[in-house]
């Protein structure tokens, strides 16, 4: 099984729809994150935790709000989706870099398409 | 503010080939440097990690280079194969949550 896990994997949805994805990790870290990549544009933070009552928002959180339900567990949601929304999304966890090697691991990812 | 650069954008080299991969960033103080594969429509895949108070790292066909001072690291893959075919990514770990993450290079190896 992998170590970083997110479902669904695929998601078409229409325009205003509210999306959920599920992000859970098997590594023992504290620290979580989402990022969407986009073609052209590499990966971009949306929000990160250090751990369950500590969220911030990272480079582009707007329109996005995510909850920490237990160490192991990170959804990402989409309120109101919209057509721009449409990327590739992944969770990863990480050691802190200050106090660990910081290395840094991924999930398989989940394509989001909004219609 | 940190800027990582991978230069070239994409490469192709017949099989068997010995290639070097660029990584460039804009301030040195860096924590650690990270390597990863990313096959098309999949995640990220570790690949090196290289903390900062190291000048190398390798793993079977892979070596990872830092030289913190001119900001640079370089990943070397030895007799590369088809498989090796993927997109090539370096990430600079600048703070305490900061990755700043290449653009990548897109690796095609011909049979």
């Known amino acids: 099984d992998a170590d970083v896990t997110q479902t669904p994997r695929n998601r078409i949805t229409k325009t205003g729809k509210r999306i959920m994805l599920e992000c859970s990790q098997t590594?023992?870290?504290?620290?979580m994150y989402w990022y969407r990549q986009d073609p052209g544009l590499g990966l971009r933070l949306i929000y990160y935790?250090?751990?369950?009552?500590?969220?911030n928002k990272g480079e582009i959180s707007d329109g996005y709000s995510v909850s920490r339900q237990a160490q192991a567990k990170f959804s990402l949601s989409l309120e109101s989706a919209i057509p721009n929304q449409t990327a590739l999304y992944f969770c990863a966890t990480s050691d802190p870099s200050d106090r660990g090697s910081g290395e840094l691991f991924f999930g398989e990812g989940s394509r989001l398409t909004v219609l | 503010k940190q800027e990582v650069t991978q230069i070239p954008a994409a490469l192709s080299v017949p099989e068997g080939e010995n290639l070097v991969l660029n990584c460039s960033f804009t301030?040195?103080?860096?924590?650690?440097l990270q390597w990863f594969r990313q096959d098309p429509g999949k995640g990220l895949t570790s690949l090196l990690l290289i903390q900062s108070s190291q000048r190398e790292q390798t793993s079977g066909r892979l070596n990872a280079s830092l030289d913190k001072s001119s900001g640079r690291s370089t990943l070397y893959i030895a007799a590369s194969q088809p498989g090796d075919s993927a997109t090539y990514l370096c990430a600079v770990i600048s703070g305490t949550y900061k990755y700043i993450f290449g653009t990548g290079t897109r690796l095609k190896v011909l049979a």
């Open positions: 935790s250090f751990d369950v009552k500590d969220i």
């Open positions: 590594k023992g870290h504290d620290r």
């Open positions: 301030d040195s103080a860096i924590y650690n």
